[in-house]
């Protein structure tokens, strides 16, 4: 016996693989089919632009687990993270700046690798709750310029000090003019900043969506 699928069943399946609780892998989606994927769906950065920079830091051990939790190094988003990035980048770029990434969407069995290297909620999410990272709404960035070279933010990346603090005074005027750049040209995409981490942005229309712990295939 033969049975025919109705197109409109076959492209709610293929929504299901992006968007159900059950996903475990990420399918890849090209930005030519972009039409077809809500906004929920997490897909590849890389993908929809060409135009940012990439240092994944949990992708190594250069980071201050000195572990690397990754399997590979990519980036991926929900769609509206990935398309409020892509406006905020087109700004920075018209400055001469683009984007630079030390992390993106983090599955929670990350999360819960980072946790248990690292149990301390004033460094690492408790994975019982889970963060935004989890939910594909945060990122962790910087700016470069024209040449690659990342602009002076006054600490490094993942610096856990008072000195990451927006707030924190005590820098050159030149320090803090980097950080209120990305600062305002971030909220003005829909991010908001984390307090304590300079480099740490959510996407506010991401913060109620669900912790995920979905997957991406490593070549």
């Known amino acids: ?27 890849t989606v090209g930005a030519k089919n972009q039409s077809v994927v ?23 051990a250069d980071n201050f687990l000195k572990a690397k939790v990754y399997d590979c190094a990519e980036c991926f988003l929900r769609l509206k993270t990935v398309k409020a990035m892509i406006e905020a980048n087109t700004e920075f ?11 993106c ?38 700016l470069v310029d024209v040449n690659g070279i990342a602009l002076d933010m006054g600490t490094s990346f993942d610096f856990f000090g008072i000195e990451a603090s927006h707030n924190y005074q005590n820098l050159s005027q030149h320090i803090k003019d980097n950080r209120e750049l990305l600062k305002k040209v971030m909220m003005a995409h829909g991010f908001n900043p984390l307090e304590s981490e300079w480099w740490h942005y959510n996407l506010i229309s991401a913060l109620n969506d669900k912790v995920s712990n979905a997957k991406w295939k490593c070549d």
């Open 105 to 142: 969407y983090r599955p929670l069995d990350i999360q819960k690798k980072m946790w248990k290297i690292v149990p301390n909620p004033s460094y690492v999410a408790d994975p019982s709750k889970g963060s935004i990272h989890n939910r594909g709404g945060a990122v962790d960035i910087t």
């Open 93 to 103: 770029m018209k400055m001469g700046y683009k984007i630079k990434f030390f992390d």
């Open 1 to 27: 016996m033969t049975f025919y699928i109705k197109p409109l069943f076959l492209l709610s399946a293929l929504l299901c693989l992006f968007s159900c609780k059950s996903q475990t892998v990420i399918s």
């Open 38 to 60: 809500n906004d929920s769906a997490f897909v590849n950065l890389k993908e929809y632009s060409i135009d940012f920079v990439y240092d994944m830091k949990y992708a190594t």
